[in-house]
């Protein structure tokens, strides 16, 4: 289940909308020069819709951190928008033919905030001193990577990464104990970036410094260190409520809103929107636990079936009742290679559906506990389609979802909105890999989880 995020700009600054974006989300890839005469006090003021939580690149688990974190500090390389891997905290890398060793020759013309120069050594001690922080979701969000690394099972008692090799202070060696195809792509995350401590304070090489920091606000100016000249010498970003939005940027009290794909009304006389944020989803989550409604297989088949049958015209649809829900009909996929074809899905949906009146009759018996961060309209669409919801069914706010997905699991079924790397063949591994960063308990299956640790083995593409 898909939609797109909103990218709002007002009319009166559109004429800086495309270096906006850039900010947002590609600046310190592309890296724009400008003279510093233009570049002095230019500040740049942006709405948020969520807040992002921990500012700290090993803790990163909400699209708003990425954003900011992304302007603040460098992991070795970065993906660009196009899908191309291209440099970043390293200038140079190599793949062992079996690649399981990976090889970076460290940018050390970089520096950091603080003026002390990038080496190989700052990212072996950033990720171990990351791994060693309590972690905000089931894993540490260094695990989708780490945990292959040569003696990662060993840290809680060593506390060091072996596998994690500085040659020099420009050459930094990875060794992985399996074959790790992927391993380029998911080190350009932001969570392995190099940090600099320093007591209380945290450097990063990117073009910006977070000059002060709050729940709800995040002041940031430029790095006098850094080779990339921002477009803004400053920024503000704060937390607007989606329904402030729209005045907000009318009275020019914020300059651009990222919506996060909550679907704010756009394209008015005085706002412009650009789409984005292709990773953000609406999941509906099915908590498969032993001993709650939905450990019985056909149980959820049935609800499947229901929410699918929901696309039809009439007064039970989701998607009028939520005009930003979308259906994906892959969701039916059973455990096997390749994409469904429509034919299959239907029969699918058919044969799922034959368990909808007993799905009925039990949840009936016994309500069901559904939590949404999307508001009461879903809640009230699914009664309507015949669904018993209990009386602690309700509404929350994205913090208890994630505290109920990660840690609690006592709910039987969750709705919200999620970022996972779709675009990335190797993103699913974050929500049900054995130690995927954001995996849970109540999604997750020994036979899936199996399969992607095999999958991650494979060398050869045409496997």
Same mark, same amino acid.
Request: proline share 2%.
């Given at each position: 289940m898909t939609k797109?995020?909103?990218?709002?700009?007002?009319m009166k600054t559109k004429m800086v909308?495309?270096?906006?974006i850039l900010f947002l989300i590609l600046l310190t890839m592309l890296g724009i020069n400008m003279q510093s005469k233009q570049n002095q006090d230019r500040l740049i003021?942006?709405?948020?819709?969520?807040?992002?939580?921990d500012l700290k690149p090993a803790l990163q688990h909400t699209l708003a951190a990425d954003v900011i974190l992304g302007n603040v500090f460098e992991p070795l390389l970065r993906t660009t928008n196009r899908g191309v891997l291209r440099s970043a905290g390293a200038k140079a890398w190599s793949v062992s033919p079996d690649m399981r060793v990976f090889?970076?020759?460290?940018? #050390? =013309?970089?520096?950091?905030?603080?003026?002390a120069y990038l080496t190989a050594h700052h990212y072996k001690k950033s990720w171990e001193e990351g791994l060693a922080l309590a972690p905000k979701s089931a894993n540490s969000s260094l695990a989708d990577v780490l945990y292959k690394i040569e003696g990662a099972e060993r840290f809680q008692d060593t506390r060091t990464l072996p596998g994690v090799v500085v040659k020099d202070e420009s050459t930094l060696e990875l060794r992985f104990s399996s074959p790790f195809r992927m391993g380029l792509e998911q080190l350009a995350g932001i969570r392995y970036s190099a940090v600099l401590r320093d007591g209380v304070h945290e450097f990063g090489t990117g073009p910006y410094v977070i000059? #002060? =920091?709050s729940e709800n606000e995040v002041d940031l100016v430029m790095n006098p260190h850094s080779a990339i000249k921002p477009s803004f010498s400053r920024a503000n970003i704060r937390v607007v409520k989606l329904e402030d939005a729209s005045g907000s940027l009318a009275r020019g009290e914020i300059d651009a809103y990222h919506d996060f794909g909550a679907g704010v009304v756009c394209n008015t006389e005085r706002v412009a929107c650009f789409g984005g944020v292709e990773s953000n989803h609406d999941v509906l989550d099915l908590n498969a636990l032993p001993g709650g409604f939905f450990a019985d297989i056909r149980m959820r088949q049935a609800f499947q079936a229901l929410i699918h049958d929901s696309k039809t015209d009439g007064p039970?649809?989701?998607?009028?009742?939520?005009?930003t829900f979308r259906i994906d009909s892959q969701s039916f996929l059973p455990l096997q290679a390749g994409w469904l074809d429509p034919d299959r899905v239907q029969n699918l949906i058919q044969q799922y559906s034959e368990s909808i009146p007993e799905f009925l009759s039990r949840n009936k018996a016994r309500p069901i506990t559904v939590v949404t961060t999307k508001g009461p309209e879903f809640l009230e669409a699914l009664q309507k389609m015949g669904v018993s919801l209990s009386t602690d069914s309700r509404v929350v706010e994205f913090r208890e979802l994630i505290s109920i997905i990660y840690k609690k699991h006592d709910v039987d079924a969750l709705h919200g909105n999620f970022s996972v790397a779709s675009g990335d063949p190797d993103g699913i591994y974050h929500v049900l890999g054995?130690?995927?960063?954001?995996?849970s308990p109540m999604i997750q299956r020994p036979g899936v989880m199996e399969l992607l640790e095999e999958g991650r083995k494979i060398v050869h593409i045409e496997e």
């Open positions: 797109s995020g909103n990218f709002q700009i007002s909308s495309l270096l906006l003021r942006v709405g948020f819709v969520k807040t992002w939580s090889t970076f020759t460290i940018d #050390r =013309s970089k520096k950091f905030s603080n003026g000059a #002060r =920091s039970n649809r989701l998607v009028t009742s939520i005009p054995k130690e995927g960063a954001i995996s």
